[in-house]
């Protein structure tokens, strides 16, 4: 009984087809890997943007109407002080800081907002009346910004670009203290890859 074997046309045929069938496997494999790889990459983002958007949230919603001194000489910086085109954006004191460890320092927590190289950035310093020596405490919230607006709602229900309003009566009992502050704070962010975000703060009285 005569036993028959495979031709080599039968063999190219068949690694042919294995050949067409890894390629398509590997294709399969390395799409979900990219995808995989993308996915962790929007949850990355959209983590980076909901912190930002969580630590904006506690700072505009514990805005306090307390102004600082100003790090020369007597005079005094207001409550919030926000300049569209500054740097830093915005300068306001905030209440509610947190201090488990119990070190001796204020509740109250100075705190800006700067918008450099693409960044939105968080400052805040140890101190409240803070002098020229005083470091800051940096922490970079959002990257690949195209840009960030602040406007600031005022009693009589109009948005204001700057803080302190030009010609606007202030409440103080100092000369030159400013404890006026908005009642709604609205902050647009322009990102590279998302667009437009606008999101809008309430400020307690």
Known sequence: MKTRGFTLVELMVAILILAIMATMAYGAIQNAVNNRAGL???????LEVQTAMRIMSQDFVQLVPRPV?????????????????????????????ANPAGIQRPGLQRVAY???????????????DATLASATVKRELVSDVRSVQFRYMDVGRQWREQWPVPGV????????????????????????????IVRIFEVPA
């Open 114 to 128: 700067i918008f450099e190289n693409d960044v939105l950035r968080r400052e805040h310093w140890a101190v409240l």
């Open 69 to 97: 001194r100003q790090p020369v000489g007597d005079g005094w910086l207001p409550a919030v002080r926000a300049e569209p085109n500054g740097t830093p954006i915005v300068t306001f004191t905030r209440g509610g800081w």
């Open 40 to 46: 962790q990459q929007n949850e990355k983002r959209l």
């Open 169 to 196: 009566p202030v409440p103080g009992t100092l000369p030159g203290e400013d404890l006026s502050r908005p009642i709604a704070v609205e902050v647009t962010l322009e990102l590279e890859d998302w667009g437009k």
